[in-house]
């Protein structure tokens, strides 16, 4: 038996819970400063608020302010936060940890370095622990499909573990599978977090053309839906993702797999992302579309945000064409500059030998 | 303005009169000796029973006794049929072809040959054809996400027309583009066939989940679907998907891009290989599925078969490990061995290495 703290009590942290506790591990779920009342409840009534359901017996909650109880003895530590509360993570745990810790985190999204390199999360959260404990702490995440309400119903789920450190990996794994939470390894730390930040960018486009179909009087007489230009933008998107993975310095055969194609699958199932492309393709700028949206955390949009940062120093080092991932950067136009969700088809077959075999 | 003659009334041949009647070209519709009663509508009322609309006015109905009349003077034949057809158009054109005729084939599917080899739906075609002709036709083929009843709705398709001779592909994107369907060109024949045909059987696993789903009893009370085990299968396809189209000489660029990921994505939005999973995942053998679906064309099935009869060839030939592709493995029993469709994930876990990386 293993204790294992998750630090972020949203809902893919504390889905976590069910297969570790499910393992007979001790589970400790800490609370972020924004989780106080999640907490609460699972103190009072044993039930997650956001996930709908009682969390495993064998699972502790804790407010913030308990953290270095929770850390006390403990094997693995989850950072269950958003994109937004890496550096948080980072600045919270940096004092508390010691060398040897091992980190797995469940964030999924990309954050530009002062010169505007896209970096990846655990690179992120890397940094903002004291250099004497930077190389000395293992870190790890998960990417892959998997919606947190269903894998806290034991849902089949199949995600893939990633790390630089083989080793780390395959503890994770005994530690973390069951018979519906299925973990494929990976070394590739950087193709992995590529692809699960890429595929919240890329399905904003596939959103849109839901919005496009309501904007055009929905299904026709005929009974035809969009499903062919949400496709199309699909799988143009996995095509540039294969790209764009390659830039970042990770492997492209994650994006025709789990990470990439599995991943944007189930984000396109539903969700913010979604939402949020709908809005676009109604006719909103992005600003009218975070109005609406108001106090959603929209990583979608940050990610692109973050690659649009990118793209003119790739251009500048000669690693890309100044007409290459067209589709990137029209999402980078409607995201920076508001312009309106116009699919630009002609930029699009232009670039038929670099982004179409 | 070019002459086209449709050969096959069904819903994508048909479906392609829209772009070309509003490229103002001549359209001759010749329905094949299945289509009778399609020719007939189409005559008596101008409606296309199956796509319920209206067939443009420049479109011209022929039965398939006129077939002689409606290839003269023709530029392009398209080769509206599915795969069982395939055998029959060449048979029935040969004897009428000319050198230098070009031929485009909305066929999605793979035919093993006599010894097992899967092949693609041009070079079965072209094997029918007069041995003193075969070289002398073009053949080319149309890849990517196009539900027709969307493309005779004028809505966005975003397709890949493939051939060995890229000249001919310029030709025919001038003829077929328009402001809705949208033309993207690969010389990767193989590659773009080898990933329309794998769409359709890999479909059937995706579909499986949604049968699984049912049988658990449908969404939960938490409002937990199955999107994780559907978008797992997905991720898991796509990367076997890029090892069968290296093993069958295409290229694994397609994979991630139109041919692959966006034509299974549209593939998984319904129909019959979807149907064909879900009654799988609710616990009916494969024969009884067929008797359930009775009459309809099983292409994902069809597929499987074939690829099912490759696979010893390709371990005989040490081009292939004996546990790798472990979906389509699996696919190939509950096909072809009226197997129960229970998803093996340890087996799907054993390969790590070779398909997830």
Chains 1, 2 share one sequence.
Request: one cysteine or more; glycine letters at 14%; aromatic letters at 6%.
């Amino acid at each position: 038996m293993s204790t294992i703290t998750i630090l972020g009590a949203g809902l893919m942290g504390t889905a976590l819970s069910w297969p570790l506790a499910d393992n007979g591990h001790r589970v400790r779920l800490v609370g972020t400063h924004l989780d106080g009342e999640i907490i609460r409840s699972c103190l009072e009534s044993r039930t997650h608020p956001g996930l709908r359901r009682r969390i495993p017996d064998g699972v502790q909650p804790y407010y913030v302010a308990q953290l270095p109880d929770a850390l006390d003895g403990t094997d693995v530590i989850v950072s269950g936060v958003n994109s937004l509360g890496v550096h948080w993570i980072g600045r919270t745990l940096g004092p508390l940890l010691w060398p040897g810790a091992l980190i797995i985190g469940v964030t999924k999204g990309l954050e530009a370095s002062e010169v505007g390199n896209p970096r990846i999360m655990p690179d992120v959260l890397a940094d903002e622990l004291p250099a004497s404990l930077r190389d000395r702490v293992t870190l790890a995440a998960i990417g892959g499909p998997c919606i947190a309400g269903e894998l806290a119903g034991r849902r089949h789920s199949c995600v893939v573990f990633t790390s630089r450190d083989s080793g780390a990996l395959e503890c994770l794994r005994a530690i973390f599978a069951t018979a519906y939470y299925h973990i494929w390894l990976s070394t590739d730390l950087i193709g992995v977090e590529a692809c699960a930040a890429l595929k919240n960018a890329y399905t904003v486009a596939v959103g849109i053309a839901g919005g496009l179909l309501e904007r055009a009087g929905g299904i026709d007489e005929a009974g035809a839906h969009m499903h062919n230009l949400a496709a199309g933008l699909f799988g143009i998107s996995l095509a540039e993702m294969t790209r764009l993975v390659s830039l970042m310095g990770g492997k492209p055969e994650n994006v025709a797999g789990l990470p990439g194609a599995g991943d944007q699958y189930v984000t396109c199932a539903g969700g913010r992302t979604v939402r949020l492309g709908r809005l676009l393709g109604l006719g909103r700028t992005y600003t009218q579309a975070v109005a609406e949206m108001e106090g959603e955390t929209l990583e979608g949009a940050y990610a692109i945000q973050q690659v649009a940062r990118a793209l003119p120093i790739w251009e500048s080092e000669g690693l890309l064409g100044s007409t290459e991932l067209p589709l990137m950067r029209f999402l980078g136009r409607v995201i920076t500059e508001d312009a309106p969700a116009v699919i630009p088809f002609e930029t699009l077959l232009e670039e038929v030998g670099a982004t179409i075999n």
